[in-house]
């Protein structure tokens, strides 16, 4: 294989440095935790005017820029098959002959549960819900074409576009690692192959601040998302009173979770999580879908994986030009902006927990099992509560106007036979699912900012506690102004920088592979 100058006098640093522990950088962890800081008070100071900047701020992103994120989602699955299907395709992520660290279960566990989350459970209730009051391409709300598009809209959203973004940048994360041997966890080494302005010692902070905070962004957007199914599910259950008090016990469990689970680190904490989440998630599936309506939900599936496929290129493309009923910047476009944003952080934890697999796997392990994880949880719980309004047996459309998409979630659980038991394993499968996600976050963002971190060590504990309460504060400030919007606009602001450096990733990774690529062993 053919390194770099730069890549061999890095590795032979390395060698000599084999003693030194992993420290903080201070030029990224000082003003991205000063930064998380000023804005969490902001919003607890000034939740109107937080409101209303974060409003402005999302609604120019999503209708003057919406058209590029919805070029990223294409582009960004078409670099994905090309990596898979093109010739490099066989490159190994690691020493020749090596085989996976993990073996594909753990691979896939803990793939998924940072991934997504509870992201699904929250919204595979509320997204088709929202979609038959307001559905798209001008559909009379509450038709049966109404129906059908509410069921098959979150199989887009959550599918093979949404894994394709998480891929991309995993694979030069992977390959900076275990084939150039950096030895960094920062999206700026990744950078530096293609822009060499990444090197300088202003411009390469500057970058992984960035990358930090989109990923504080992207994961506070789904806690704060969260924080009001959990809290619902507790005042269900318990006969606790559904307010801040509640949500504040929320995150503070949460806190102590994952912030335990970031301390003892990956291989003891965030995998151990992750497998038990695993279970729980796939017997809370097969339960919904046996005790649930099994025919109802298994005919609006097969029809609904129709229509995504018919209409793939229209939903993948549609910007409602001329309408301007406002439905891609409000779902498509802040759905893409939420998979950029956590695509840094994804994309270093997949790329360190992919050593031994070649570009191939990583890229279809990833679509492949994620939206097999995610649309098989969305069919279920989407195609349930569907029945549930068609069937009128609840009135759920009232119950998500007027309570939320917590509250409806709840409703829909509490239906099943057994409904305490349900509500019950559904409590534990969304405090995990979070907790499981947030402290891969944390990991991440301490990496981030860290200095003298090899791949086979882990950041410093105290960074890992440090991010895991700033992400609680943040969240907890999200969640004192009760503005869905905020929330959302969090996500979309944090990711628009991101954008360039997730185009340098994918530069520096074609430079990498037209230089010093080398096939998997036969």
């Not at 989602?73 to 660290?101: I, K, N």
């Not at 709300?141 to 069921?151: D, G, K, Q, T, V």
């Not at 919904?288 to 005919?299: H, M, Q, S």
């Amino acid at each position: 294989m053919m390194m770099s100058g730069r890549n061999l006098d890095m590795t032979e640093t390395d060698s000599n440095s084999h003693d030194l522990q992993p420290g903080n950088d201070w030029a990224v962890f000082a003003p991205a935790l000063f930064l998380i800081v000023i804005l969490s008070a902001g919003l607890i100071l000034y939740p109107d005017g937080g409101a209303s900047y974060s409003a402005a701020a999302m609604d120019f992103i999503t209708h003057t820029l919406g058209w590029l994120y919805l070029v990223l989602g294409a582009s960004t699955f078409a670099f994905a098959m090309w990596l898979a299907f093109g010739r490099y395709g066989q490159v190994l992520l690691g020493e020749p002959g090596e085989s996976p660290e993990y073996s594909n279960l753990h691979w896939i566990s803990m793939m998924f549960t940072a991934g997504v989350g509870g992201g699904m459970i929250a919204w595979g209730v509320a997204e088709p819900l929202s979609y038959l009051q307001q559905p798209p391409f001008g559909i009379t709300p509450h038709s049966a074409l109404a129906f059908e598009w509410a069921h098959a809209y979150p199989i887009f959203h959550w599918g093979i576009l949404a894994w394709a973004i998480y891929a991309v940048p995993a694979v030069p994360v992977a390959y900076m690692l275990y084939v150039q041997k950096v030895p960094t966890m920062k999206i700026s080494g990744v950078c530096q192959a293609s822009f060499l302005a990444a090197r300088h010692p202003i411009v390469s902070p500057i970058i992984d601040i960035i990358v930090a905070l989109a990923i504080v962004g992207g994961a506070a957007t789904t806690l704060g998302l969260g924080v009001p199914l959990v809290s619902a599910l507790l005042s269900e259950l318990f006969g606790v009173s559904d307010g801040f008090g509640s949500r504040g016990i929320v995150l503070l469990l949460w806190a102590c979770i994952f912030g335990g689970s970031a301390y003892r680190g990956l291989r003891r904490g965030i995998k151990i999580l992750a497998d038990i989440n695993m279970v729980l998630a796939i017997l809370a599936l097969l339960f919904v879908l046996l005790a649930g309506p099994t025919l109802f939900i298994l005919k609006l599936t097969v029809n609904s994986i129709g229509l995504v496929v018919d209409n793939f290129l229209r939903m993948a493309f549609w910007t409602d030009p001329i309408d301007q009923s406002g439905f891609p910047q409000s779902w498509t476009i802040f759905y893409w902006a939420w998979w950029a944003a956590f695509a840094p952080f994804v994309g270093l934890f997949f790329g360190r927990i992919s050593r031994g697999r070649t570009i191939r796997q990583l890229v279809l392990g990833v679509i492949g099992w994620g939206t097999l994880g995610t649309c098989s949880f969305l069919v279920v719980m989407g195609g349930y509560a569907l029945h549930l309004v068609h069937s009128d047996a609840l009135p759920l459309a009232e119950i998500f106007v007027r309570e939320g998409m917590g509250v409806a979630t709840v409703q829909v659980i509490a239906q099943l036979s057994g409904g305490k038991l349900a509500l019950g394993v559904f409590l534990v499968l969304s405090i995990i699912f979070y907790a499981t996600t947030m402290d891969s976050a944390a990991y991440t963002i301490a990496s981030v900012c860290s200095k003298d971190l090899r791949s086979d060590r882990e950041p410093p504990r105290l960074s890992r506690i440090i991010w895991a309460f700033a992400l609680v504060a943040l969240t907890l400030a999200l969640v004192a102004t009760e503005r869905l919007k905020i929330v959302q606009a969090s996500t979309v602001v944090f990711s628009l920088p991101l954008l360039p450096v997730l185009v340098l990733m994918c530069m520096s990774l074609v430079k990498w592979l037209r230089t010093s690529a080398r096939p998997a062993a036969p």
